[in-house]
């Protein structure tokens, strides 16, 4: 007598799809592999250029510079890592900076020409007035995304595209100067020798990973990006999810606006156009997985920082803008290979299930 398996029913099958995308995720959160590579990455690029020119790469101004420059770079990286573990995109990220900072450069100057001193007493005001332009911006995005249900690709680049516009139109084209002291003195201040805008680079990054890694929306977050379809039949709320992750997204966006002006009080419409691609590039190599479901924070931040050094590494040789370029593109088409080779590698062997015995 052959022997067969009950038919599940609809409510079994159900379950068993929800469970696979549990066990999807957690079969793709690697230990930092994403973290521990870079780690590696980031010794060796600081040995080599150690190496070849010490005297300048290593110098206390060189190594400052590097820290200073790594903190607007960084956020807007994890806010796209954030994107993109939804298994979206937000092209638009700079663009909210830049009004950001436009929108706080502007209130300052404003307020100066009328009374410097209400001016400097406003700045947690200003300050909060720019990261609720980023929010907005964030907003929009998520209600296209999620609501209207564009494609996040086409959605973020159609508003990035408006925002740019409307930072042109709201600047004529200029450049802006201007902006609170509390903002410029975080720029120039350190905090036992590490500049403070490091240092707030790295709270937001421990922020990001605490808010991923340990609470009940970072779970979703990563459900989502893992498998929407496990994620729908988990009850989550898909557009809620990814409402609130563009408007988080936007969020950081605001943040690096601030850095931007922290770090040197002027703001343009068209302030740090090479980060587009520049981000996508550190969020991937930080161990961002571009369909969506693993992010490592630490990752990004140590990719971050590898790409700074690579770049102060080639200014330090004198070596060009596109030289840097190639060096990026060679960097991630590497270490993408390395990570698909290894992936194969590790991918056990199918087998056919063995034929029950018959009576």
């Known amino acids: 007598m052959k022997t067969t398996r009950p038919e599940q029913s609809p409510l079994d099958r159900l379950n068993t799809t929800v469970d696979a995308g549990w066990g999807r995720l957690i079969n793709r959160v690697s230990p930092q592999g994403g973290a521990r590579r870079m780690l590696g990455l980031l010794i060796m690029a600081f040995a080599l250029f150690s190496v070849l020119n010490p005297a300048v790469f290593l110098s206390a101004t060189n190594l400052q510079n590097i820290a200073l420059a790594a903190p607007e770079i960084g956020v807007i990286a994890l806010a796209m890592m954030l994107a993109m573990l939804t298994g979206g995109i937000d092209l638009s990220l700079v663009s909210i900076a830049n009004l950001s900072a436009i929108t706080m450069s502007t209130l300052y100057t404003t307020m100066a020409a009328a009374d410097p001193g209400q001016a400097e007493r406003l700045a947690p005001v200003i300050l909060l007035a720019g990261l609720a332009v980023g929010l907005l911006g964030g907003l929009i995005n998520g209600l296209l995304v999620s609501v209207v249900g564009i494609t996040p690709i086409l959605a973020t680049l159609g508003t990035m595209q408006v925002y740019n516009g409307v930072a042109v139109v709201w600047t ?127 990752g990004v931040v140590l990719a971050t920082l590898t790409l700074q050094i690579v770049a102060s590494g080639f200014t330090a040789m004198r070596l060009s803008a596109y030289e840097y370029g190639i060096a990026q593109g060679l960097i991630l088409v590497v270490v993408m290979a390395y990570d698909e080779v290894r992936r194969r590698w590790a991918r056990p062997v199918s087998r056919r299930p063995a034929r029950r015995a018959s009576s």
Request: positive net charge; aromatic residues 6%; charged residues 5%.
């Open 172 to 298: 004529g084209g200029t450049t802006l100067s201007g902006s609170p002291s509390a903002l410029t003195n975080l720029g120039i201040s350190t905090v036992g020798g590490i500049p403070a805008l490091f240092v707030v680079f790295v709270v937001v990054a421990v922020a990001l990973g605490v808010l991923v890694s340990r609470t009940p929306l970072g779970l979703r977050i990563q459900l989502q990006g893992a498998n929407p379809t496990a994620a729908r039949y988990s009850g989550i709320a898909s557009r809620r999810i990814l409402l609130s992750t563009y408007v988080l997204t936007g969020l950081l966006g605001g943040i690096a606006g601030s850095l931007f002006i922290a770090r040197n009080p002027i703001a343009s419409a068209d302030y740090g156009a090479s980060y587009v691609l520049l981000v996508i590039v550190i969020a991937v190599l930080g161990g961002t997985d571009p369909k969506g479901g693993f992010a490592s924070v630490l």
